[in-house]
């Protein structure tokens, strides 16, 4: 009885460590997904931007030869500057982007459209994240916005006021990813910015989205080739660098961590593989007078051990991965109050689920090999 207690306590030892590794790296990818996806809002595939100054000559880029490079679905200028903002009497800094309606063919914002809609950016109104607008006090759609912004062409140290620039206009759409979209978006019409900013055929930049599995990189250095040396021509990957290494060292961490709880979860066999071989001391006895030799009696304890970790590991697989299906599905785990996501993202990866299946036989195969060969003796 005692036998059989241990070893069911540790079929559940060796399956918990396994279901929760499999959940654990699900909900990861999930969420390293889905922050992937909001990241396409906030930053094209490739961008282009001038080596030297803030901007450039429209005609510095020919858009059209651009769109036909090979891997290239559509490319969009754009004009970006700080400026302040006032509305309802709350005045605040802002870095507006002035873009073509061609620009949300490049970045997928539809989905995140709280309030309004995009298409008002095409009839002058301006496009806020939800965090900007209420930091503004801009609460309503039609709030009317007064922009302010640098007139370098009547600059001057004895009428101040002369060289500022100023637009009104009115709040149509509401945008709510994620943070960072949140508190800084704010797009407005690009001839509206041009005349703002005083930047009559000037641009910042040129976003270009690609096609789904084209290689970035090659695009990238055709890109390069067609726009000049005066140029950088970068991906979305290499923008990001410094996030994406963090999210692999993160995996690193959970897998690592992961493994050690496996490893100390596998300790749980050590007891029934222990009591088993103290039980069967005659049976050992016997094989060993009838001829059969020591690492035959290690071998069977040895799989006895194993039998326990692969029943554990078997039950810890279909919790896991049914758990992870299902929340991938059916969404059981919700996120109250979040507009984005109804319920949390989960991504089952056929890799993450063999490499942990191969950590908990492993460790249940070296754990089993230590303990018989200490219990039996090495020879």
């Not at 803030?54 to 500057?81: M, R, Y």
């Not at 039998?307 to 109250?336: E, R």
């Amino acid at each position: 009885s005692v036998i059989n207690i241990i070893a069911w306590v540790s079929l559940v030892a060796v399956a918990v460590p396994t279901a929760a590794m499999i959940i654990l790296l699900a909900m990861f990818n999930g969420l390293t997904d889905s922050i992937g996806e909001l990241n396409t809002a906030l930053d094209a595939d490739i961008e282009i931007v001038a080596k030297r100054g803030q901007t450039f000559h429209k005609e510095d880029i020919n858009i059209e030869l651009l769109a036909q490079t090979e891997g290239v679905v559509s490319t969009t200028p754009f004009i970006e500057q700080s400026i302040m903002a006032s509305a309802t009497g709350r005045q605040y800094p802002i870095q507006i982007r002035g873009v073509e309606p061609s620009y949300f063919d490049v970045m997928t914002l539809e989905r995140y459209v709280a309030q309004g809609s995009l298409e008002s950016l095409a009839a002058g109104d301006m496009i806020l994240g939800a965090s900007l607008a209420s930091t503004l006090r801009a609460y309503g759609l039609d709030t009317e916005i007064e922009l302010y912004a640098l007139n370098r062409r009547q600059l001057s140290t004895l009428l101040p006021t002369s060289g500022i620039s100023r637009h009104e206009t009115v709040l149509g759409g509401v945008v709510s990813a994620n943070a960072e979209i949140d508190e800084t978006l704010a797009l407005v019409n690009l001839a509206t910015a041009e005349r703002l900013l005083n930047y009559e055929g000037r641009r910042s930049g040129v976003v270009v989205k690609l096609t789904k599995g084209s290689d970035a990189e090659s695009v990238q250095q055709e890109l390069q080739s067609v726009v000049g040396e005066e140029f950088t021509v970068r991906t979305r990957e290499q923008k990001s660098a410094s996030m994406n290494a963090l999210i692999r060292l993160e995996r690193f961490a959970i897998i690592l961590i992961g493994s050690f709880i496996a490893i100390i979860a596998a300790f749980a066999i050590v007891g029934a593989v222990v009591m088993l071989i103290t039980e069967k001391r005659r049976d050992i006895a016997t094989l060993r007078s009838m001829g059969a030799k020591k690492s035959l009696v290690r071998d069977i304890f040895i799989g006895q051990g194993m039998l326990l970790t692969l029943a554990g590991c078997a039950i810890g697989l279909i919790i896991g991965v049914g758990f992870s299906l299902g929340q991938q599905h059916f969404g059981w785990i919700k996120i109250p109050g979040n507009m984005v996501f109804e319920s949390y993202p989960v991504e089952l990866s056929a890799l993450d689920t063999l490499l942990v299946v191969a950590i908990i036989i492993a460790a249940g195969w070296i754990i089993s090999q230590i303990t018989v060969r200490a219990k039996l003796g090495a020879k």
